[in-house]
């Protein structure tokens, strides 16, 4: 194999084969739309036949979706996630990584099969009833394939005997693939079956020490939707089959959400409808009017106190060495639905809108169509790639070349269109000229400008990736 692989500046892969990136001896490989499996321009109806529905599909993001190849039915609430998703999911994980980290967070990996014996001893085994997706080994043993990871979490912990105030607080956080039994799957990867989610575990030396440690988990939720571009609200919620005494949900304001929320316009109350009294028409605050809306639940928080370390005896020795059980909070962000949640309110009806740090690829170039008079420009286009890679480290692997020549420049623009790169290039008729200029076209604010070779490196040197 010597000889036949090279090493790829794409972060996804370590060896490619030098052919799916055609270039020049010594010069960056060029990443070439032509050889991704990307399936795309799928019509409404196909799109139906795939979902298994003869009706409309209410929800835009899953419309979207599937009509231009991120996502492809597996089973009811199943799903393939396409490369193109895989890459926006990875840049969101980077972000998630950096929010959690900043505050102290370890990440780890705890198994999907959960022991029926641990669900039992909370008594949610019961509790959560046919949520729980079952299954038994060859020996009997029953297990389930977990939805959250509160019971694995705390006996873990609670399996170290030699704790000591002086190590806590513990912010354990995954990033893994949950399981839900939803009786009536729907909207795509809004409320699907199989799912991956963000869950954080904190343990904590006192219950004052975890409410400062919730404080600085929902801080962080909320430096991530600002950094992704999300309008957010931070509502009061229910606590539900997780349990605790405090609770909040994030959620992203659109009418397609399943969530009801009351907001008060006169100060900053807000919260989901399930936790205030059915008759209840003014704010508890402030006695203002609550003005209803409706929501995508994107993350979740939890003050849980000692429900689960009581049960599994999570302790550790504290300032006076004796035993003491550790206050805990949980915290998850639902990783698959903030993408979809953010294609549904960033996007138009007919093309895929990314917050910018998560656009799978930064930059499409498309060069001249085969046989038309701008062809002389295809060199260019393809030394502006080089140039662009070599002189913008943060944008390597991040730059996509169109090489569907046999398609026009009009077919390929609309198709980058509907996939959202954040930037478009085109060598159209004013790279012909001296000096020659490109079309860049920044598609989330519809700007369209002709710079130079240096124009475009200098203007895309000021974007930011994750």
Avoid at 15 to 27: A, K, S
Avoid at 400 to 422: C, E, F, S, V
Avoid at 447 to 455: D, H, K, M, S
Wanted: aromatic share 8%; hydrophobic share 40%.
């Amino acid at each position: 194999m010597t000889g036949l692989l090279t090493r790829c500046s794409h972060q996804l892969c370590r060896y490619v084969p030098r052919r799916f990136y055609p270039g020049g001896p010594g010069r960056v490989k060029r990443l070439v739309l032509s050889r991704l499996f990307q399936p795309q321009n799928l019509r409404v109806d196909q799109v139906l036949s795939l979902e298994g529905t003869s009706g409309d599909l209410t929800c835009k993001s899953q419309r979207l979706m599937l009509q231009v190849g991120l996502i492809h039915p597996a089973s009811p609430g199943c799903y393939h996630l396409l490369p193109y998703t895989v890459r926006a999911m990875e840049k969101l994980v980077r972000v998630i990584d950096q929010e959690m980290q900043a505050i102290g967070g370890q990440k780890v990996n705890m198994p999907s099969l959960s022991s029926a014996e641990l669900w039992q001893a909370t008594s949610r085994w019961d509790l959560m009833g046919k949520e729980l997706l079952r299954l038994r080994d060859r020996h009997g043993k029953e297990y389930c394939l977990g939805p959250t990871h509160e019971e694995a979490v705390t006996a873990l912990v609670a399996s170290q005997k030699t704790l000591s105030y002086k190590q806590l607080p513990f912010l354990l956080y995954q990033v893994t693939r949950k399981f839900r039994d939803e009786p009536r799957p729907r909207f795509g990867l809004l409320r699907g079956r199989e799912f991956y989610m963000k869950d954080m575990y904190t343990f904590d030396s006192s219950a004052e020490a975890a409410r400062h440690t919730y404080s600085l988990v929902c801080d962080a939720y909320c430096s991530l939707f600002s950094r992704l571009g999300l309008r957010f609200v931070k509502v009061q919620a229910d606590v539900g089959s997780i349990g605790g005494t405090l609770s909040h949900e994030f959620q992203l304001p659109v009418d397609v959400g399943e969530d009801r929320l009351a907001v008060c316009a006169n100060c900053h109350f807000s919260a989901n409808m399930e936790t205030l009294a059915s008759s209840q028409q003014s704010c508890p605050a402030c006695q203002g009017p609550l003005t209803e809306t409706r929501g995508i639940e994107v993350g979740h928080t939890f003050y849980l106190g000692t429900k689960y370390s009581s049960i599994f005896n999570a302790q550790f020795a504290n300032v006076h060495g004796k035993p003491s059980l550790a206050e805990m909070g949980c915290y998850g962000l639902g990783v698959t639905r903030i993408l979809a949640a953010a294609i549904e309110v960033l996007s138009p009806e007919d093309c895929i809108r990314w917050p910018s740090l998560l656009a799978p690829y930064q930059v499409c170039l498309i060069p001249p169509k085969k046989g038309s008079k701008e062809e002389a420009a295809a060199a260019l286009m393809g030394s502006l790639y080089d140039d662009i890679a070599e002189a913008v480290p943060q944008l390597r692997g991040e730059l996509l070349l169109d090489d569907r020549t046999h398609l026009t420049i009009g077919n390929r623009l609309k198709d980058a269109n509907k996939l959202g790169y954040p930037f478009v290039i085109i060598a159209g008729r004013r790279a012909l000229e001296d000096p020659s200029h490109f079309e860049v076209w920044c598609q989330n604010t519809g700007e369209v400008v002709f710079l130079t070779r240096e124009g475009v490196v200098g203007f895309l040197n000021t974007v930011q990736v994750v």
